[in-house]
């Protein structure tokens, strides 16, 4: 079991572009993620699912998610969870940053497999 802990800078990392609307920077432990969301006004995350559980919480800007038929609108300072494999697509009101926490960590975001944010569906 490892008992170091591990400090980081978010100014540190390394931002990385998926589409010209979209880019992330990740933070990654054994059963958690991290992610800072980069999203510029009209960025479309498309309808999708994962295992991951999933909390994003807004930093700044505006996001607006579907799910199960309905439009949930997050703002600054609000947090929205998702549960395992429920479908969600969210679109950037304003330009954005959130935080977005995964458990466990999203391997396809690892493995840069994601291929539904580079517009490679």
Do not use: C
């Not at 931002?15 to 979209?22: A, D, Q, R």
């Not at 999933?54 to 439009?71: D, R």
């Amino acid at each position: 079991m490892k008992e170091d802990a591990t400090f980081y800078r978010w100014a540190e990392i390394p931002e990385e572009p998926l589409n010209p609307l979209f880019s992330r920077k990740m933070i990654t432990g054994e059963r958690v993620m991290l992610a800072h969301v980069i999203m510029k006004k009209g960025s479309v995350v498309p309808a999708h699912q994962h295992e991951n559980e999933q909390v994003t919480y807004v930093l700044q800007g505006a996001l607006k998610f579907e799910i199960g038929g309905k439009e949930i609108i997050i703002r600054p300072g609000e947090v929205l969870h998702i549960p395992s494999n429920v479908v969600h697509k969210a679109t950037a009101l304003e330009d954005t940053l959130d935080l977005d926490i995964f458990s466990p960590p999203r391997q396809d975001w690892l493995d840069k497999t994601d291929d539904y944010l580079r517009g490679k569906e």
